[in-house]
């Protein structure tokens, strides 16, 4: 009965580098979203998948991020040339299908905090 | 633009007396709002939502009323108990918009004294 997980829980690197965020929904979802916390801030977000295919990347802040689902179940958020204003907690959420009324709840993993030196 | 917002960053109650959390939001297409609670260190986890075809939804403590008019909710927790000291965000959805996709405000810290 396992929630959303994410790892790693902290990921350290250096300014310029390249660095993978794992998600791993809860079995069966097949909505899954990728969502980034500031500090002092709320959740923003950032790509939306439906399967394996980005229905909404509306929400990545340029072409250094970039984020697949291949086999409409585990996500990695990808990130280039990292920067020091992309320190952040980036959070993945999944629900059971998407966009339906009565509201599908998303349920979030506890984050990956990034720190970029 | 910040669609939504929540002007308080902090909030201090005593046990057993009322908390009011106060939402307002910009966006008219918004039709659904939820609010989550945020503990350190885990993932915000969701309490309680209403649509905007009503104006109150009550779940245990937990009351939210929606004012469309003046496009604010809030969230009324009462009894208040320490172990409600959390962060607490307002979160709107459209359901035109692709995956009803949140837009969260910036949170606002809980704390209820014993």
């Known amino acids: 009965g396992a929630g959303v997980s994410q790892t790693p829980s902290n990921k350290v690197t250096e300014k310029g580098k390249y660095v993978e965020l794992r998600c791993d929904p809860i079995?069966?979802?097949?909505?899954l979203y990728w969502y980034r916390q500031s500090l002092g801030q709320g959740p923003e977000f950032l790509i939306y998948f439906q399967g394996t295919g980005a229905a909404d990347d509306s929400g990545l802040p340029n072409d250094r991020f970039f984020a697949v689902r291949p086999e409409g179940s585990v996500s990695t958020l990808k990130i280039q040339r990292t920067e020091r204003g992309d320190s952040a907690v980036y959070l993945c959420?999944?629900?059971?299908?998407?966009?339906?009324?009565?509201?599908?709840?998303?349920?979030f993993g506890p984050g990956t905090r990034l720190t970029v030196l | 633009d910040q669609q939504v917002k929540q002007n308080s960053p902090s909030l201090s109650v005593q046990e057993g007396r009322i908390s009011i959390l106060n939402c307002d939001y910009t966006n008219s297409m918004f039709d659904y709002f939820l609010w989550y609670k945020k503990y350190p260190a885990e993932g915000p986890t969701f309490l309680i939502s209403?649509?905007?075809?009503?104006d109150k939804n009550e779940d245990g403590r937990f009351t939210v009323f929606l004012n469309k008019s003046a496009k604010h909710l809030s969230l009324h927790i009462v009894p208040s108990q320490p172990g409600d000291s959390a962060v607490y965000f307002c979160?709107?959805?459209?359901?035109?918009?692709?995956?009803?996709?949140?837009?969260f405000g910036e949170g606002t810290q809980l704390t209820v004294n014993p």
């Open positions: 079995s069966g979802h097949t909505a």
């Open positions: 209403i649509s905007s075809i009503k």
């Open positions: 959420a999944s629900s059971l299908r998407q966009g339906a009324h009565p509201y599908n709840e998303q349920f």
């Open positions: 979160a709107a959805s459209a359901k035109e918009t692709s995956g009803s996709r949140l837009t």
